[in-house]
């Protein structure tokens, strides 16, 4: 938290100054009148800049994880459920938590409602770490006076969204050390292995065939480029990164992302269960139908799937119905678009949006449990292609080799 320097006014009219640690100009303002002093300037100190120190910080101390979320949610739902005092919750929180960085968001979290602020408001300073789906959520449980309710909902949502994230790392996990190996193979093969036979085959004179000087070119251009080559990728990387960071570049990509071949469907399916499951909260939450939309927007993280979302709240607002609207967008299955207006024909479109939630959910569980199985085939093709590739362009001179001797020996 920011420090702040201030100068005021005790009861007897003495000039006091100091320097306070708060969330914001306001916080500090009414800790010193709960204190007995008038604020007359508050300013925010200036802050040395200590590369080491931000270093060490930076090496020692993680950003809060989707685990300390979910912690933070379950503690709140038990310590509000048992009629705890949020000020109060907020100081056992801080005291227990496991990330240092976790805690300090908390600390100023905990001075801004003490500032006379509501939860939901010191939940929105962060919005790196709380979405507008999570802070939307808080708000309604405490406008109906239903907080506890509010954090068991986001609890059970943020565990699916961990479990959903941990089976898609789990499967892609040995596809990718493959892929690295097979990596790592070639730039030896090619820096290593390759120019000692290229040395072979020079000293024998003996016509080698176009898979070997295909081998032989692609050893002499690595070796001879492979700074530049590293440093190219490099410089690709950080390109690529610093694109998707753009407005256009992250919407591009997120609509490259679910069209991806075999992990695209994946992700779309996942997104959309994403959509359906925290729409289907919200609306059970009571937030009006349009601000869940705007809200469900920002929360599936996909900006392609997001505008389409702002598309259907722009048909609410015009008067068409939620199903037509929808269906406009062309993203869901006429299945789930069936639930829909069953929803909106019985008044339970929250109800059948968790059931799409669900048939989304399970199709992503299947799609998971055979992803590895769909890669793995195309991995033996790809490696068997390189390993053959290989075996002719070495093997092929040595067998011309061995001829030129045994005929040399008749």
């Known amino acids: 938290m920011p420090n702040y320097q201030y100068r005021g006014r005790g009861r007897r009219g003495d000039l006091i100054e100091g ?198 070119a692609s050893s002499d251009f690595f070796s001879a480029y492979w700074p530049l080559l590293i440093a190219g990728a490099v410089a690709a990387g950080l390109a690529f990164r610093s694109w998707i960071k753009t407005e256009s570049g992250r919407y591009r990509w997120d609509g490259i992302k679910i069209r991806l071949p075999i992990v695209g469907d994946v992700i779309y399916r996942a997104t959309l269960g994403r959509f359906a499951r925290g729409f289907s909260m919200s609306l059970g939450a009571g937030v009006p139908l349009t601000q869940a939309l705007s809200v469900m927007a920002q929360a599936v993280d996909n900006e392609f799937i997001g505008e389409r979302i702002r598309n259907i709240r722009t048909g609410v607002e015009r008067g068409e119905t939620l199903t037509r609207s929808a269906t406009a967008t062309g993203m869901f299955s006429p299945l789930v678009l069936q639930m829909l207006a069953v929803g909106e024909e019985t008044g339970a479109v929250d109800d059948l949006l968790a059931e799409c939630a669900g048939f989304y959910e399970r199709e992503v569980d299947y799609d998971i449990k055979n992803l590895s199985q769909t890669i793995e085939p195309i991995l033996i093709v790809v490696l068997a292609g390189f390993v053959l590739i290989f075996a002719l362009g070495i093997f092929l001179p040595m067998w011309d080799l061995a001829s030129i001797k045994l005929h040399g020996g008749h």
Do not use: W
């Open 19 to 216: 320097a306070l640690e708060a969330a914001t100009r306001d916080a500090v303002a009414t800790q010193l009148i709960n204190s007995g002093i008038t604020p007359v300037d508050i300013r925010e100190a200036a802050i040395a800049f200590d590369p080491i120190a931000t270093l060490r910080r930076s090496l020692t101390e993680s950003r809060p994880t989707l685990d300390d979320l979910i912690l933070f949610c379950r503690q709140m739902y038990t310590l509000m459920h048992a009629g705890v005092a949020i000020n109060q919750a907020m100081t056992g929180l801080i005291r227990s938590a496991r990330n240092p960085l976790f805690g300090e968001r908390l600390t100023g979290i905990k001075t801004y409602i003490e500032s006379g602020r509501e939860l939901s408001g010191a939940l929105a300073q962060h919005p790196d770490l709380f979405s507008s789906l999570f802070v939307n959520t808080v708000r309604i449980g405490e406008n109906t006076g239903r907080l506890d309710e509010a954090f068991l909902r986001l609890s059970e949502y943020l565990d699916r969204e961990r479990d959903t994230r941990a089976r898609i790392k789990s499967a892609l996990r040995y596809p990718s050390f493959v892929i690295v190996a097979i990596t790592i193979a070639i730039g030896i093969i090619n820096v290593v292995v390759i120019p000692q036979f290229a040395k072979i085959f020079e000293r024998s004179q003996v016509a080698l065939p176009l898979p070997t000087r295909v081998l032989i």
